[in-house]
């Protein structure tokens, strides 16, 4: 899978399109330098694939033999480039026309247009990154808070791909001895007996299983958690969606019934991405518009992993707070009850909340700073022992999904071995781990989820 292609030469913008000082358009391929003196005119007279790979030279961007701009242009010679390919990125004025004539200048120099993520693509497939870099990178793309950013940090995806490459290759040494013995019974070979064979496979189990239990934070940090604010009319429900995002996103009134449909953010608390959606007020109305609110309301509390339940403190328990407790007691998903108004004198005791939902806290959603709930949340989502950025954290499904298919086998193998069975059937599912670890590394994947993964890459990386 690692090698060196026989590729056209592409071109694209690389960064955001819009005014800027400075925009870069990269151009890959074998004949990266031609395309590149076609259009491109050095100052000093030189063309620009005889200048010194990777130093900057002044010059004039050509467009049908005529200058469009100035800008600074770089080679990189293949295999020391970001896709493994004969390189140069051209920096021109970041105008968003000037922008697109430079890109074009390239195309009428040759290079072809680049396909969503072709450049990592190729940077993949010719051994510059392995696959679970390039997801990492797809995910620093479209990170929403710092966290995530950490996450998708180089320290962070070398230490996932040393984790899975290591049980790889443990699995890899017991299969060999495990062939070695199966192929020649009558001698002393392999080097694992049954006992080391079934410790290493316990190891092997463990590192796993680390693995898999991670992605619980990966996934909070890095796709988010659905997350529904809900409560009776006028319990702060707005005031606390105002309260995470840091600004005045939602009206705010005494007046009942005001947000009468879902308001959706996404947003970071402490380390998990929260998808959030501020809900109508819970209650009985012959509003039929506010109705509509509260039946999205009702469906959105059945979809959520965590629903904020608001209650209001400062004034008695009613019939529709009863009736929410009622719901959420038939939900699976994780409940915070949020005791809005503790700055206000209660009306009633806290312990009636506290023996249906555990997780209660009070704060002032109006003049609260939200630590409290960000560090419930951070426990319901969050393994604390795991640093993001510093440790091995699996983020993607399709990571988490591999993984459990490795463990699955390593396990029916260990239960060959404590069965007494052949040989020849551990190894069989001790194989069939190693292959799906392969295709979680990229060492064995197949094109159709290669595809899949640079597809949701933007045009330009």
Known sequence: MHKMGSYSTIAAISTPPGKGGVAVIRI?????????????????????????????????????????????????VAPYSYTGEDTVEISCHGGFLITKMVLSAAFAAGAEPAAAGEFTRR?????????????????????????????????????????????????????????????????????????????????LLGRLDALIESYRTGRAVNEGIATVICGKPNAGK????????????????????????????????????????????????????????????????????????????ARPLTEEDTALLDTLDTLSASKIAILNKSDLPPAWDASEIEKRIPRT???????????????????????????????????????HAGLLTAREHLSLALDAYLSGLPTDAAASDIERAIAALGELCGKSVSEAIVSDIFSRFCVGK
């Open 28 to 76: 890959s391929g074998p004949d990266a330098f031609a395309v590149a003196d076609r259009m491109f005119l050095p100052r000093n007279g030189q063309p620009l694939s005889a200048a010194r790979a990777r130093m900057q030279i002044f010059g004039d961007i050509l467009l049908d033999g005529e200058p469009i701009d100035d800008g600074l242009a770089a080679r990189f």
């Open 123 to 203: 940077a993949f497939l010719n051994g510059k990154l392995s696959l679970t870099d390039a997801e990492a990178i797809g995910n620093l793309l479209e990170a929403s808070s710092a966290a995530a950013v950490k996450l998708a940090s180089a320290k962070s995806r070398d230490k996932l791909s040393a984790a899975m490459d290591g049980i790889r290759a443990d699995a890899v040494s017991l299969m060999g001895s495990l062939f070695a013995r199966i192929d020649y019974p009558d001698e002393d070979l392999g080097d694992f007996s049954d006992a080391e064979s079934i410790s290493l496979l316990r190891s």
């Open 238 to 313: 707005s005031t606390l969606y105002n309260l995470l995002l840091g600004e005045d996103a939602a009206i705010v009134t005494d007046i009942a019934g005001t947000t009468r449909d879902v308001l959706e953010r996404t947003v970071p608390l402490g380390q998990v991405l929260l998808r959030l959606s501020d809900t109508a007020g819970i209650r009985e109305t012959a509003d039929p518009v506010e109705r509509i609110g509260v039946e999205k309301t009702q469906a959105r509390m059945k979809e959520a992993e965590l629903v904020l339940a608001v209650f209001d403190t």
């Open 361 to 399: 806290l009070s704060l002032s959603a109006k003049g609260g700073d939200g630590a409290s709930l960000r560090k419930e949340v951070e426990a319901l989502f969050t393994n604390g022992d795991l640093t993001v950025g510093e440790d091995a954290i699996v983020s993607s499904a399709r990571q």
